[in-house]
């Protein structure tokens, strides 16, 4: 079973705020400038499809702007993710981490990962449908081209679909007219260099262009006993954008990334990943505030060693939505899609799968409609069905209410179901022990399943201040578990579905704008997990903790400071409560970083990762890697 974890498992750069040519519609000092207030109501479009204050939003969303992206010095997607407060990040190597909302953090050693989260670039879905995971080293934006990213914690399988079960991640990067001109970034330090270029230009009035090039080397991280972890890597990638406006009402992209890659594995040949996707999106408004959109892409992923497996995994997705009025109280948003995806599997003698490739089949039809009651009621009733390869289809159904008491408060609460769909890891996989196979998927594995419920609300107590808070109770049914079966091995396993519990928390962050010069955030979160077998289960494996350790609280505090026009410090500090099985202790952390606009295109900084240990264990030291201390120093420059 171990050897399975190194097929499916899977740049620090400093100085990452780019200014854009003037046709910028909101620069990184414009949102300086913004009252918090101006900050709520920033658009979102992950809660109902639709574009929405995030001060309307009836969902526990955080969004992560550019601007705190730049002011953070980290430039990995999931260093920039540790920047929602609705989100657990753990780092468990040098390439390899591992991102949760609300738990289910997974257990390597027992084949169960981080399966509940939903990732979204641009509307292409990131997640790998042969585990349902995200491999994180095989992702990357450049930071300076993300407009923001929009984390929402809680089910969002009525418009995303499966697997949208505990949050979803939607990364939104800038129209190429808005990355104008050409960029420079450099940065050196004790565990990460790198290097990227873009430029950025117009071919007409009407079309818009930018390239991007980048490299990426990381150092070993440790091992808990301090020895090398001989976890190096590194990964090029380049890519491309075009934005094409054809009239004031039709806009189309064509947007394209390419990667390659090796990490280093202890005392086995190197781990390779390539990648490459293309994907377009159309979209076109009417008079009548009505939206037609259309995206197509093709992603292809593969990765494996010679001596432990390789996958190549291809994608192919159509999907289309229309939302319009239907009458003066009814917004409506419809649509659906289908995706093909052909796969194959290359094992070993040892872990195969039967067959060894498939082509999974996934189509979707969905509704949504936002109704208005009163002026300030707002019930919004939703349904996706979704025919899954494996278990058919699935009704995945949600019932919204949002009171806007005041044009200051927010009240909302939801009740939602969500699965996690079967996969190839859970049907088709075998692992033989010596000539007998010892281990077989289960050709009857059902889906997982969410039925959650969620109040919340979302408050300016004045222009300086405001306020989120979130509570939910998730009831799940189905989850995967190791079962004994009879068979010709002296020990018969295969997954089952009896596992069994409910999980229950809060989630509140507040801003508070201390002085025109000076920002503070803070956020706690809290997590109780009560998970059991169902009767008959053979409770075989580490116990209900295969499905996560994860802490029961943690918390944040952030402070960003202009000290002058030119000149600003930022610091983060977090908590992370300890993991209970196995035990973990409890760490506090601090990131900082130091930037200086030399003049209108240069920009020097100096960022500290985890400066207050010269190493942590985030995760289990059976399951990770020690996360050391870390300094960059970086240059940007603009022409």
């Given at each position: ?68 992206i730049a002011r953070s010095g980290a430039v990995t997607l999931p260093e920039i993710l540790r920047l929602a407060p609705n989100l657990q990040v753990d780092q468990i ?23 509940q989260l939903l990732v979204l670039i641009d509307g292409r879905s990131v997640y790998t449908p042969l585990y349902s995971g995200v491999y994180w080293d095989m992702q ?326 405001s306020f989120s808070l979130s509570a939910f109770y998730n009831d799940y049914s189905d989850l995967r578990s190791i079962e004994i079966v009879p068979g010709p091995a ?150």
């Amino acid at each position: 079973m171990r050897r399975f974890s190194l097929v499916l498992r899977g740049f620090v750069a400093v100085g990452t705020l780019f200014w854009g040519g003037p046709s910028d519609a909101q620069t990184v000092r414009d949102i300086q400038e913004m009252s918090i207030g101006q900050l709520e109501g920033l658009d979102v479009t992950s809660v109902t499809k639709t574009r929405e204050d995030l001060s309307d939003a009836p969902a526990a969303i955080y969004v992560i702007t550019q601007e705190a992206i730049a002011r953070s010095g980290a430039v990995t997607l999931p260093e920039i993710l540790r920047l929602a407060p609705n989100l657990q990040v753990d780092q468990i190597s040098a390439s390899r981490y591992i991102i949760t909302a609300r738990g289910f953090s997974g257990n390597i050693n027992d084949q169960n990962f981080a399966n509940q989260l939903l990732v979204l670039i641009d509307g292409r879905s990131v997640y790998t449908p042969l585990y349902s995971g995200v491999y994180w080293d095989m992702q990357d934006v450049p930071p300076a081209d993300i407009e923001r990213i929009e984390v929402i914690s809680g089910p969002g399988a009525t418009l995303w679909g499966a697997n949208a079960v505990n949050g979803v991640i939607n990364i939104i990067t800038k129209k190429a007219s808005h990355t104008q001109g050409g960029l420079v970034e450099v940065s050196a330090g004790n565990l990460e260099q790198s290097a990227t270029l873009q430029y950025g230009g117009r071919l007409s009035d009407s079309l818009a262009y930018r390239f991007y090039m980048g490299d990426y080397w990381g150092a070993d991280t440790q091992l808990a006993s301090g020895q090398t972890a001989h976890d190096q890597w590194s990964r090029p990638q380049g890519g491309f954008r075009l934005d094409w406006t054809p009239s004031e009402v039709d806009n189309v992209t064509f947007q394209g990334d390419a990667y390659t890659g090796w990490e280093a594995q202890p005392g086995a040949p190197n781990e390779n990943i390539t990648g490459h996707n293309i994907q377009t999106a159309w979209s076109h408004a009417w008079s009548d505030g009505s939206v037609m959109q259309v995206l197509a892409y093709y992603d292809h992923t593969s990765r494996g060693t010679p001596d432990n497996g390789t996958y190549e995994l291809d994608q192919y997705d159509l999907e289309g939505q229309y939302s319009f009025a239907l009458g003066t109280d009814n917004k409506m948003v419809v649509g659906g899609g289908i995706r093909v995806s052909p796969y194959r599997i290359y094992g070993t003698d040892g872990l195969f799968f039967v067959p060894p490739s498939r082509t999974l089949d996934l189509g979707d039809v969905f509704a949504q409609d936002s109704i208005a009651l009163t002026p300030a009621l707002t019930a919004i009733l939703g349904l996706k069905l979704e025919a899954d390869p494996y278990s058919g289809v699935e009704p995945l159904p949600t019932a919204r209410l949002s009171w806007k008491a005041s044009d200051d408060l927010l009240l909302w609460a939801a009740v939602s179901r969500a699965i996690r769909s079967p996969t190839p890891f859970d049907v088709d996989v075998a692992e033989r022990v010596g000539s007998v196979v010892a281990l077989n998927g289960d050709r009857d594995f059902q889906s997982a399943d969410l039925t959650a419920y969620e109040i919340g609300t979302r408050m300016e107590l004045d222009p300086g201040i405001s306020f989120s808070l979130s509570a939910f109770y998730n009831d799940y049914s189905d989850l995967r578990s190791i079962e004994i079966v009879p068979g010709p091995a002296f020990l018969n396993l295969t997954w089952g579905n009896d596992l069994e519990g409910h999980t229950y928390g809060f989630e509140a962050w507040a801003d508070y704008q201390a002085a025109p010069w000076w920002h503070l955030s803070a956020s706690f979160d809290e997590l109780a997990e009560q998970f059991k077998f169902k009767p008959g289960a053979t409770a075989v494996g580490i116990g209900t903790s295969q499905l996560g350790d994860d802490p029961s609280r943690s918390a944040t505090l952030r402070s960003s400071m202009n000290l002058t026009g030119d000149l600003g410090i930022d610091a983060d500090l977090r908590y992370v409560g300890p993991l209970p099985d196995p035990h973990v202790p409890d760490y506090v952390e601090l990131n900082a970083n130091i930037w200086w606009n030399v003049s209108d295109t240069t920009r020097l900084s100096l960022s500290g990762f985890n400066l207050l240990h010269a190493h942590h264990q985030e995760f289990p030291s059976s399951e990770a890697d020690a996360v050391p201390r870390s300094f960059s120093v970086g240059l940007q420059w603009r022409f």
